[in-house]
């Protein structure tokens, strides 16, 4: 009996991890496209502004005042220097010839911000792509504070809609070190993800919205600590979050236990602080550097 209910506790365990995984990826995936989503509304503002066609009427313009001209040309010095008409059409196509200036310009401008969207498009593709999860655990060297900015890299389009500033005090002399990268990249999405919500859960909130992320190394440990102002949790219940199925708002509430699974099992340790409702919270990420492989190559 004994033996069964071990067995049975163990593939319940297993199924937990991988479903784990796979959430994780969904939620990279969903994140991914929602950030893409986020970059391609601009670009359909700025596809708008450069169609209308305010080029073409300054051309036409341009045009009637050289038609103009050219029907006086057998006395086109007096025409535009004496002529009251003539000095008219004379200094509108000045003001035609800027107004071109400026709409180029003003273009150009537009093709810029789009250039960079779809540049910050391809990003996002290319860092999904470079984490895309795999089932077996590939251990590769990591800088710490690299995968920091990744991670607020993917979310940077949700962040800056609800115009959260994301603030960074990294540590200079981190060491690298060995570890699944692309799952830690996860636990770190994770978490911010969780910031953001907690911030976005405030209602009325009129306050500046900000997540600090920190990298540190302290004695044999190395970690990152992200903080945010938002609706924060009662200490009480802080034991609860890292369970699976606690949840605020009603979702799976899978994050944390995933990010306390992963951490744990590289002999790190996760810790969510906060005062209580309404006084942020900060969550911690400590690695033991003697339990984990470091990179000697520098
Ligand atoms: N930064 C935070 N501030 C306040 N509460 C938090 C914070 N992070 C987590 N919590 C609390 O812990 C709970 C569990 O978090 P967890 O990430 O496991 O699940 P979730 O975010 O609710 O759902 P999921 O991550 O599956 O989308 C949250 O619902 C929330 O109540
Ligand atoms: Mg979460």
């Not at 069964?4 to 990279?28: C, F, N, P």
């Not at 999904?128 to 990591?142: A, H, N």
């Not at 060491?175 to 911030?199: G, H, R, T």
């Not at 992200?226 to 890292?242: A, L, M, R, Y």
Request: charged share 30%; hydrophobic share 35%.
């Amino acid at each position: 009996m004994v033996e069964d209910r071990t067995k049975e506790l163990k593939e319940t365990q297993q199924e937990l991890v991988s479903k784990a995984i796979e959430a994780g990826m969904a939620h990279v995936a969903s994140m991914v496209l929602h950030n893409i989503g986020n970059a391609i509304t601009p670009i359909n503002t700025y596809m708008e502004k450069v169609q209308t066609n305010e080029l073409g009427k300054i051309l036409h313009y341009l045009e009637k005042c050289y038609d103009d001209l050219q029907s006086r040309d057998d006395d086109l010095d007096y025409y535009i220097k004496e002529d009251v008409r003539g000095k008219q059409v004379f200094s509108y196509m000045a003001d035609l010839i800027r107004s071109l200036a400026d709409k180029n310009e003003e273009q150009l401008e537009i093709f810029k911000k789009i250039e960079s969207a779809i540049f910050y498009i391809s990003e996002i593709l290319s860092l999904q792509q470079s984490y895309s999860l795999t089932e077996r655990e590939i251990r590769e060297v990591v800088y710490l504070n690299s995968l920091l900015e990744d991670a607020v890299e993917m979310q940077i389009g949700t962040l800056e809609t609800s115009m959260i500033i994301v603030k960074k005090q990294f540590e200079d002399n981190l060491p690298k070190f060995m570890i699944d990268k692309s799952k830690l990249m996860q636990v770190i999405v994770n978490l911010i993800k969780n910031s953001y919500e907690a911030i976005e859960a405030q209602k009325n909130n009129t306050k500046e919205k900000v997540v600090l992320i920190e990298s540190f190394v302290e004695n044999d440990s190395v970690g990152f600590k992200i903080t945010d102002n938002g609706i924060g949790i009662e200490p009480e219940k802080i034991d609860k979050v890292f369970e699976f199925g606690k949840s605020r708002k009603g979702s799976t509430g899978f994050g944390l236990q995933y990010c306390k699974m992963f951490v744990e099992s590289n002999g790190g340790t996760i810790t969510l602080k906060s005062n209580g409702i309404g006084s942020g919270a900060t969550v911690s990420v400590y690695f033991d550097m003697s339990r984990l492989r470091h990179d000697d190559s520098g």
